[in-house]
């Protein structure tokens, strides 16, 4: 089945700086790779998703790319705010649809005033 | 509102006893799931449904089971809880329109048992 690596556990920047986190996976059939954000005592919510098809996506302060030769995909987040601060997700799916999503193991991201 | 609904928002109960977390949701979605997570770790597919009287296992072995008798309810059951169980559980939908499926999930429900 498919593994999802995320990288790394925990990533604290400074306010206003950039942030970056990595997922790579195993399975060359993925092609829907999904980002979620869950904040402190919250419930995860979906902030930015991706197919195969396509190489970059960006969403405001959001982007997401794809190396599908090198099976790794990345979130970058720009001028970061305190309200960025939460646990990311990334996952890879084979199919279009949820239950076919494995999730990476998280990203802390902690915000530094 | 459309939403998806969990209840309890907390639950603390004794190791043996039956427990029944509710999950609601007026999305109007097919597809159900379960996932049970510890804070602040990753998600793991427990449970999910494709609609009604469909259930399938996830990719996490569970001793809870589960029931779709109608679209907008999806309950999980454990029949004689045990500390090991203490975890949050998430319970979520996904929109099967458009490309892709988002889920969207619940508040949770955090399950300690003694």
């Known amino acids: 089945g498919e593994n999802v690596e995320q990288h790394p556990s925990t990533l604290s920047v400074q306010e206003g700086d950039s942030a970056v986190i990595k997922c790579t996976y195993s399975?060359?059939?993925?092609?829907?790779f999904p980002w979620y954000k869950q904040e402190l005592g919250k419930r995860p919510q979906l902030i930015i998703d991706i197919r195969s098809n396509v190489g970059e996506k960006k969403d405001q302060r959001i982007a997401v790319t794809l190396n599908k030769t090198a099976k790794h995909f990345s979130l970058h987040i720009t001028e970061t705010q305190p309200e960025d601060s939460a646990v990311y997700f990334c996952a890879a799916s084979i199919t279009r649809g949820a239950d076919g999503l494995t999730f990476g193991k998280g990203t802390h991201l902690i915000i530094q005033p | 509102e459309a939403d998806i609904y969990q209840t309890p928002r907390y639950l603390v109960i004794g190791t043996g006893k039956k427990i029944t977390l509710e999950c609601s949701q007026t999305?109007?979605?097919?597809?159900m799931y379960w996932y049970q997570q510890d804070p602040g770790m990753e998600l793991h597919l427990i449970h999910y449904?494709?609609?009604?009287?469909?259930?399938e296992k996830g990719d996490l072995s569970s001793e809870s089971t589960v029931s779709r008798i109608r679209t907008e309810h999806f309950p999980l059951t454990l029949e004689s809880a045990r500390p090991s169980h203490t975890s949050q559980y998430l319970c979520?939908?996904?929109?099967?329109?458009?490309?892709?499926?988002?889920?969207?999930f619940g508040s949770g429900t955090q399950l300690s048992v003694l």
């Open positions: 399975d060359s059939a993925s092609n829907y």
């Open positions: 449904s494709y609609g009604v009287n469909s259930t």
């Open positions: 999305m109007g979605h097919d597809k």
């Open positions: 979520a939908s996904s929109d099967p329109t458009g490309r892709n499926e988002k889920l969207f």
